[in-house]
């Protein structure tokens, strides 16, 4: 399968620029790999897109070409990590709190407001006591924070990888790989090497815009 011989060419590319790259999932046709490193995205940035591939497989007992494509998609991991919240991000407002009835109101200004500016969050706490009710709404607003933060990154994620997938046109493709010439083409630079053996071994930097990476 040409997804097997295009993820062994990631792999290599990365090794050979001295990046951690680590098989994170894999199923029949889907290949997920995490590559770490400095100028990681820079490396990667010219992958994104469909690539095609073009051969006659050893089984083909008529010689028929074949073409596959293998759809690529690069994109930056975030880390999941909470964030407190700034004191100058907060708005506290206390009022008297409220018991169960009207004998056991509590006259003192204990419950607290607390609002998240820049998000528009709330939590209101209404305890008998005003410094247990800021501990607790400063828990609970900074997990609603950080639970809004990782939905907007997830959405953001999603959006930029239909972005790079496209719809499956195969006048989409960036690049081809033909095996029958020896030939590697990339058609958006349109550079061109008759080493595709060179490519195999990870040295995708020939398809760059003046060899770089």
């Known amino acids: 399968m040409f997804v097997d011989d295009l993820f062994s060419i990631y792999m290599k590319y990365a090794v050979t620029l001295n990046f951690k790259a680590t098989l994170l999932h894999t199923s029949y046709g889907h290949v997920i790999a995490k590559v770490t490193g400095t100028n990681v995205g820079s490396a990667f940035q010219h992958e994104s897109g469909q690539h095609c591939c073009q051969r006659v497989p050893e089984t083909e007992v008529k010689g028929r070409r074949h073409t596959s494509f293998v759809k690529v998609g690069v994109l930056p991991i975030q880390e999941a990590t909470d964030e407190a919240l ?3 991000d907060l708005e506290v407002t206390t009022q008297n709190g409220h018991g169960p009835g009207g004998q056991h109101q509590n006259k003192t200004e204990s419950a607290v407001r607390m609002k998240h500016k820049p998000t ?5 706490i209404n305890g008998r006591d005003q410094h247990s009710n800021r501990r607790e709404a400063r828990k609970i607003l900074t997990a ?10 997830d959405a953001d994620y999603a959006k930029n990888r239909r972005l790079q997938m496209g719809d499956g046109n195969r ?3 960036i690049r081809t790989y033909n095996f029958i010439l020896n030939r590697a083409v990339d058609h958006r630079y349109g550079i061109k090497t008759g080493n595709l053996k060179a490519i195999l071994k990870g ?4 398809l760059h815009p003046q060899g770089s990476n």
């Not at 528009?120 to 209101?124: D, K, S």
Request: glycine share 8%.
């Open 86 to 88: 700034l004191d100058s």
């Open 120 to 124: 528009g969050l709330i939590v209101f």
């Open 144 to 153: 609603r924070v950080n639970e809004l933060r990782k939905s907007e990154r």
């Open 171 to 173: 006048g989409e493709k």
């Open 203 to 206: 040295e995708l930097w020939l």
